[in-house]
């Protein structure tokens, strides 16, 4: 818990009660400590919702959790792609210091004893886990993990370590759920409802304040929609971005990945893969609406505090693109919403614009329910800005994308008013990009200021910021696992042809290798694949 002295105002029974301030060797008391419930989407992208985006996105229940509480409106995914993202909830470090991303490895057991499931189920919280975990821990000495490794630090299991099926009877890792409901037809989604329910039901009410965490697999591709509301969005036509289908100023560095390959979809038929993905998003909701009401059932929605985010955003035809990976806005942004209905009025139902990281949400779970935050963490908990102590967690985060074709991979550093990209490859016929956009003014991210004398200032922050990130990289960087050479490969002040192509090529396995690498999520084959055919075309254009 942080040194600082802080104050809570509660709702109880109508009246609000103040909490005494206490100091870093306090502790809760064990009825003071909040259930906490956090809620992870997939791939969903930032204003998908009906309290961001607008009316046409119908997403009640995900709704109320924000308009009762707060709406974080800038929320990024310092890596854009779910395995690594993941862990970095889970841990509070950048990708760079948990080691985990497809082709580069599994999280180790030291770190993952600092994760906030871990932590919790030892302060004697119940711990519950349902739906996609998205990534493997290796076992104490090393070994590749499976899901006991995981599944033991949490008091009740019902997840799968991979991608998973939208067809809950082929989930086998999906313990609770398998033993109660058998091998019975149910849609994924609707039966991560379920699930939510039924731990809720059986922790609701014990001696030990309880955490649920429910990792949804909607609304990831392959899109396997619930026959259930097929028609919610039939007459419905979706209103296109303001930069859908630009792709002129593009770098060729951002059209040799797989969000440009991906974007073709999008551009065939705009309208159907709308519908299509917000219809997953629509069942989500219905199961976010079934766990509410389980709150309120069971009569401890008053001491409940509610957190959904997404693991990574989606460009749905923005820029030509889909799927995610990217530093722009629509990849890398996430909606964050918060609900503690023992806050008062005056600090839920309001907007905040603060920086916000997913490395911020496992020291913001382990703050309310005051567990000592680890010194390593990277991430900072979110109650000090919602407690009016501070404005800003961060002045600054690094978007990274070291996965993937090697031609598109990128670092980039962003702040409330600029964003930063450096695509940083060089060879092979490229040559390395820069983009700087003004956050306030082009959030579209249209108009790249690299080369506008007015923002010369401007341009010469970002980069030594982007500077200082890469000598935090090398400070904190894992050995090993394909990392530390990104601090001589990002490096800007170094010319990209003094890189060696055996070094380059080790960017990204070659296809064989990334094959018995790629986790169960299936990104690591797809890519492998693209990055190939990416190489053979820009080597018959030279």
Not at 105 to 131: H, R, V
Not at 497 to 521: G, R, V
Request: glycine share 8%; proline share 4%; aromatic share 12%.
């Amino acid at each position: 818990m942080r040194n600082n002295k802080r104050k809570y105002l509660l709702s109880l029974a109508g009246l609000s009660a103040l909490i005494p301030a206490w100091n870093q060797d306090v502790r809760f008391e064990e009825e003071d400590r909040p259930n906490i419930i956090f809620i992870l989407a997939d791939d969903l992208r930032f204003d998908a919702l009906g309290c961001i985006g607008g009316d046409e996105f119908n997403t009640p229940n995900i709704d109320k959790i924000g308009k009762q509480g707060v709406i974080f409106s800038n929320a990024y995914n310092t890596t854009a792609i779910s395995m690594a993202s993941r862990a970095q909830i889970m841990t509070g470090l950048y990708e760079f210091s948990t080691g985990c991303n497809f082709t580069h490895g599994d999280l180790s057991y030291d770190i993952w004893e600092s994760s906030y499931p871990y932590l919790l189920e030892k302060a004697g919280y119940n711990t519950g886990f349902a739906g996609k975990f998205g990534f493997r821990v290796m076992t104490k000495d090393g070994r590749k993990g499976n899901v006991s490794t995981v599944s033991e630090s949490f008091d009740y299991w019902n997840g799968w370590l991979g991608q998973g099926s939208y067809s809950m009877e082929m989930n086998k890792e999906a313990e609770e759920y398998k033993k109660k409901y058998g091998d019975a037809p149910e849609h994924t989604t609707f039966a991560l409802g379920v699930s939510g329910c039924d731990f809720i039901e059986k922790y609701a009410n014990q001696d030990q304040p309880f955490c649920l965490s429910v990792s949804f697999k909607a609304p990831h591709t392959p899109y396997h929609t619930d026959p259930r509301y097929n028609e919610v969005y039939s007459q419905t036509k979706f209103e296109e971005s303001g930069n859908h289908g630009e792709k002129e100023s593009l770098s060729p560095q951002a059209l040799a990945g797989r969000p440009y390959s991906k974007g073709k979809s999008w551009m065939n038929d705009y309208q159907d893969q709308m519908k299509k993905y917000n219809t997953m998003v629509y069942g989500m909701d219905v199961a976010v609406g079934m766990i509410l009401k389980e709150l309120d059932k069971q009569g401890v929605s008053d001491n409940t505090v509610i957190i959904f985010t997404s693991d990574n955003g989606h460009f749905n035809g923005s820029k030509s693109l889909g799927g995610k990976l990217y530093a722009y806005e629509e990849g890398s942004k996430a909606p964050l919403l918060y609900y503690d209905p023992r806050l008062s009025e005056n600090v839920n139902n309001q907007n905040k614009d603060a920086l916000i990281g997913n490395i911020d949400m496992s020291p913001t779970i382990l703050d309310l329910a005051g567990i000592e935050i680890p010194e390593s963490y990277q991430g900072k908990s979110i109650i000090p800005i919602l407690e009016g102590e501070i404005e800003e967690n961060h002045e600054s985060l690094m978007l990274i994308n070291v996965w993937g074709t090697r031609a598109a991979q990128s670092l980039s550093v962003v702040t409330n008013d600029f964003k930063y990209i450096y695509w940083m490859y060089g060879a092979e016929g490229y040559s390395p990009v820069e983009e700087l956009f003004d956050m306030n003014n082009d959030q579209l991210e249209q108009k790249n200021l690299v080369n506008n004398k007015k923002y010369k200032r401007e341009l010469e922050e970002m980069q030594s910021k982007y500077d200082d990130y890469l000598k935090f990289w090398a400070a904190k960087s894992v050995d090993g696992k394909g990392y530390p050479k990104y601090v001589k490969i990002g490096d800007r002040h170094i010319p990209f042809d003094t890189h060696s192509m055996e070094l380059l090529k080790t960017m990204y396995p070659d296809e064989e290798k990334s094959k018995n690498k790629a986790n169960q999520d299936g990104d690591g084959k797809k890519a492998s694949k693209n990055k190939t055919k990416t190489i053979k075309t820009k080597k018959k254009s030279k």
